[in-house]
């Protein structure tokens, strides 16, 4: 082989040495997105990692979506004010994990408002659309603004027959909203942390916990257990359910390109009701294996005593909309607004 032949083999093999030690091509856009759901949910398999998926392909790998589940970037009343300072780009979170941070949003954590997560989630979405929860998410990009379905009354043996009942029933409420409604029953609610739940469930601090049927049996609780495990008596309850929402940095959102705006908004457009569909799903599965399940009492209440419930909580309505007056909200108009929207919705899903 001649001189020149061989520098040529030898240039091409450092070329070759340096490409398989270059770097992957970077993304332009990073977006670090924490969230509740646990791995391996379908919530979390279904709707958030298609999500990303979807962004990181249409835009050809200028956006990548780092999702992490549960637990992967901070704790889960943390994300929100992760998002808020640019700690991370995007969460899945919940709304009731910020005590006052999301007034107009609590409308929706009323008693008795909705009856599924499909009519719910589309009317808070048109609320949003219509400015009437705009100074709740001032600081952040809405991707999506949804709600569970009326939660369940799960106990550690107690029967829950009747309003009286609720007397002294120390509680774990998913937000301060659905907490004055069990507290006009009667109950003592308790704000506890996710992940706190099964402790104080084992401990006897907590007899009871309003929370969903699906929920329970995928949330680890004490000693490695479901929440569920530690649990024996299910009410059908549907008194109200938490909001959730799913968000991204202010910052971030406004300095990305136009053409990744779109992208971005394109794939976040199913968001909310992506998840409502899979949650109302997930809630009718769960209740009917648990109402054939002999480790379970499942109770459910008569119109009579579902009449009788709304007279008793009715007041907490009263006091929202004169909470809302002192924030400079009109309570009445979100209120009313609120209730026409979840009538329409309910209506179309018929």
Same mark, same amino acid.
Request: net charge positive.
């Given at each position: 082989?001649?001189?020149?032949?061989?520098?040529?083999?030898?240039?091409?093999? !450092?070329?070759?040495?340096?490409?398989?030690?270059?770097?992957?091509?970077?993304?332009?856009?990073? !977006?670090?997105?924490?969230?509740?759901?646990?791995?391996?949910?379908?919530?979390?398999?279904?709707?958030?990692?298609?999500?990303?998926?979807?962004?990181?392909?249409?835009?050809?790998?200028?956006? @990548?979506?780092?999702?992490?589940?549960?637990?992967?970037?901070?704790?889960?009343?943390?994300?929100?004010?992760?998002?808020? $300072?640019?700690?991370?780009?995007?969460?899945?979170?919940?709304?009731?994990?910020?005590?006052?941070?999301?007034?107009?949003?609590?409308?929706?954590?009323?008693?008795?408002?909705?009856?599924?997560?499909?009519?719910?989630?589309?009317?808070?979405?048109?609320?949003?659309? @219509?400015?009437?929860?705009?100074?709740?998410?001032?600081?952040?990009?809405?991707?999506?603004?949804?709600?569970?379905?009326?939660?369940?009354?799960?106990?550690?043996?107690?029967? /829950?027959?009747?309003?009286?009942?609720?007397?002294?029933?120390?509680?774990?409420?998913?937000?301060?909203?659905?907490?004055?409604? !069990?507290? $006009?029953?009667?109950?003592?609610?308790?704000?506890?942390?996710?992940?706190?739940?099964?402790?104080?469930?084992?401990?006897?601090?907590?007899?009871?916990?309003?929370?969903?049927?699906?929920?329970?049996?995928?949330?680890?609780?004490?000693?490695?257990?479901?929440?569920?495990?530690?649990?024996?008596?299910?009410?059908?309850?549907?008194?109200?359910?938490?909001?959730?929402? /799913?968000?991204?940095?202010?910052? $971030?959102?406004?300095?990305?390109?136009?053409?990744?705006?779109? /992208?971005?908004?394109?794939?976040?457009?199913?968001?909310?009701?992506?998840?409502?569909? /899979?949650?109302?799903?997930?809630?009718?599965?769960?209740?009917?294996?648990?109402?054939?399940?002999?480790?379970?009492?499942?109770?459910?209440?008569?119109?009579? &005593?579902?009449?009788?419930?709304?007279?008793?909580?009715?007041?907490?309505?009263?006091?929202?909309?004169?909470?809302?007056?002192?924030?400079?909200?009109?309570?009445?108009?979100?209120?009313?607004?609120?209730?026409?929207?979840?009538? &329409?919705?309910?209506?179309?899903?018929?």
């Amino acid at each position: 082989m001649s001189s020149r032949a061989m520098m040529q083999s030898t240039a091409a093999a !450092l070329l070759g040495l340096v490409l398989l030690s270059a770097p992957a091509f970077a993304a332009d856009v990073v !977006l670090r997105f924490g969230a509740i759901n646990i791995e391996n949910s379908q919530v979390y398999e279904q709707i958030l990692l298609p999500f990303g998926k979807a962004i990181e392909e249409e835009s050809g790998g200028r956006i @990548e979506v780092a999702l992490k589940p549960l637990g992967g970037y901070g704790k889960p009343a943390e994300l929100f004010t992760m998002v808020e $300072k640019g700690t991370i780009e995007m969460a899945a979170t919940v709304q009731g994990y910020h005590p006052g941070r999301f007034p107009q949003s609590s409308v929706m954590e009323l008693p008795f408002m909705f009856d599924n997560s499909i009519a719910g989630t589309s009317a808070m979405m048109s609320l949003y659309k @219509e400015s009437l929860l705009d100074k709740d998410y001032a600081s952040v990009k809405v991707l999506g603004l949804y709600v569970l379905p009326p939660y369940p009354i799960f106990t550690t043996g107690k029967k /829950i027959q009747s309003v009286k009942d609720f007397r002294g029933l120390r509680m774990r409420t998913p937000s301060t909203t659905v907490g004055v409604a !069990l507290a $006009k029953l009667g109950a003592v609610p308790l704000g506890i942390p996710l992940n706190m739940i099964g402790d104080t469930i084992a401990s006897g601090y907590v007899d009871a916990i309003a929370y969903g049927w699906d929920s329970a049996t995928t949330t680890k609780g004490a000693a490695g257990k479901y929440l569920a495990d530690q649990l024996s008596v299910v009410v059908d309850a549907r008194l109200a359910a938490p909001a959730l929402m /799913i968000v991204m940095n202010r910052a $971030k959102w406004d300095a990305m390109p136009d053409d990744l705006k779109k /992208i971005v908004e394109k794939h976040s457009s199913d968001l909310a009701m992506g998840n409502a569909r /899979i949650r109302e799903a997930l809630e009718a599965a769960t209740r009917k294996k648990m109402q054939t399940d002999p480790r379970f009492t499942v109770l459910s209440f008569s119109d009579e &005593q579902r009449a009788e419930l709304q007279r008793v909580t009715a007041p907490a309505v009263a006091e929202w909309k004169a909470n809302m007056a002192k924030l400079g909200i009109d309570g009445e108009r979100l209120y009313t607004r609120a209730r026409e929207l979840i009538q &329409q919705y309910k209506v179309a899903t018929k």
